[in-house]
């Protein structure tokens, strides 16, 4: 008999990817591969209708109910107040055709069924705040496992609990994160207490998780994570990638550095940009992201004037930016803008794991990254390592890719071997020998 694994997918619903969205759709993805049934329990922002058809109707709804941020808040907080010593109770829609959704995005269509309760993650963590407990789902069906993809103060009575903590930043770095740090702490002591098994996504963060919650080791295992992209994308050749550098933002092939990722505090792009200009190079240094918060200092640098510079070409004379910002970028944009850099730059001051350092070796562009948290043990010896918080020891290992072209050249040739090692096929035996571990 099939075995049923129900997945939390709070980030597979947010309407702009995350890391953590990427690392559950992966996730998923390789269950199913491996044969198991796969549900989803999800949050809406409002009551649903009894009717499971008019349930499904409402889940791709244009009308949605607005609040303030106050009054959300505030609805939140008491229906928080409510107990719920019986669980929570949800209601569960499979995709019946009745909506036309187009091809592909459908959560309907990737899982065997969805179970939807209004405010869940509010109403868990005002339940864990009252009663220092995880809150129980009801979910009609009891599954074999139930596996949270972040900390999240929920379980289900009869399966097999189990809880993905990618870092433990709030904790760490609390400057460096918007998380309700108590919060945050009280769900990890009861995750400590009352989960069946922790899973992280490297050493590093796996003996953070055994030293500083004190968990058993033998109830912590890292699965790492898997680095893919298409191979549509990966696969194009190079000249469709200059033309679509030339026309789209106007680069040449190695001509720019690039950053890709969030602008907030722990991705350190601020001391990046100081790097950036004291090394002297005269490729840009192009920033790609979107905005995530404390993002204002960095934009006044980016568009600081000290760093505009202006050519002649023809009869007209140009400006251009040092460094350049460009928001949300589809897929294929961004991996032509990784193909195309000299060196993708990533000092970030904590990385549970650190995808885009693997992003950029599986396409085999150079990588300059941090000498600490997890990225030194992803990168290994395929990127140059740096001290974050050092300007000059940046700007200095900037300039060495800038000039050094036989580095350059050993490192494209690194990175590929290295990101070898995070293969889905490598990610997927892992993933199989922890289910089969807790199911049989």
Not at 16 to 42: F, S
Not at 98 to 103: A, E, K, L, W
Request: overall charge neutral; glycine content about 8%.
């Amino acid at each position: 008999m099939t075995k049923t694994i129900l997945f939390e997918g709070r980030n597979l619903t947010l309407t702009k990817g995350t890391g953590i969205a990427t690392y559950a759709r992966n996730l998923t993805g390789i269950a199913r591969d491996l044969g198991y049934g796969t549900e989803l329990l999800v949050s809406t922002d409002q009551p649903l209708p009894r009717s499971a058809t008019m349930s499904e109707v409402a889940l791709f709804d244009a009308h949605k109910k607005t609040q303030s941020p106050a009054m959300a808040a505030l609805r939140s907080y008491f229906r928080g107040l409510v107990p719920v010593p019986f669980g929570i109770r949800t209601t569960s829609v499979t995709g019946s055709g009745i909506v036309v959704t187009g091809r592909g995005g459908n959560l309907l269509e990737e899982f065997n069924r969805l179970h939807l309760a209004y405010d869940l993650f509010e109403v868990a963590n005002q339940h864990l705040i009252r009663f220092g407990k995880l809150a129980k789902v009801n979910v009609g069906t009891r599954p074999d496992l139930f596996h949270a993809t972040h900390p999240t103060p929920l379980k289900i009575e009869g399966a097999a609990n189990i809880y993905t903590v990618h870092d433990l930043i709030p904790l760490r770095l609390p400057y460096a994160t918007l998380d309700k740090k108590e919060l945050f702490f009280d769900t990890m002591k009861a995750l400590a207490r009352e989960a069946d098994h922790i899973v992280t996504v490297s050493e590093f963060s796996r003996q953070e998780i055994v030293s500083l919650l004190d968990v058993p080791e033998s109830r912590v295992t890292n699965t790492y994570q898997a680095v893919s992209l298409p191979e549509d994308l990966t696969s194009r050749p190079m000249e469709e990638v200059e033309d679509e550098l030339a026309n789209v933002f106007n680069l040449e092939p190695s001509g720019y550095f690039l950053f890709f990722g969030a602008l907030e505090p722990k991705k350190n792009v601020g001391n990046l940009i100081d790097a950036y200009i004291a090394s002297g190079s005269k490729r840009p240094l192009v920033i790609a992201g979107g905005l995530g918060w404390q993002y204002e200092d960095v934009l006044e640098k980016i568009a600081d004037p000290r760093f505009v510079s202006y050519r002649i070409d023809g009869n007209v004379i140009r400006q251009e930016n040092r460094v350049r910002r460009v928001s949300h970028l589809p897929l294929g944009q961004l991996v032509s803008l990784i193909r195309g850099a000299r060196a993708v730059l990533f000092p970030s001051l904590y990385e549970g794991f650190g995808l885009p350092v693997l992003e950029a070796m599986l396409l085999g562009t150079p990588v300059m990254t941090s000498n600490v948290s997890s990225l030194p043990e992803i990168a290994g010896d395929a990127a140059v390592l740096v001290d974050p918080y050092n300007v000059t020891d940046m700007g200095r290992s900037i300039r060495q890719l800038d000039r050094d072209d036989d580095l350059v050249r050993e490192l494209s040739a690194r990175g590929p071997l290295r990101a070898a090692a995070f293969s889905p096929e490598h990610y997927r035996a892992r993933l199989e020998t922890l289910y089969r571990s807790l199911l049989g």
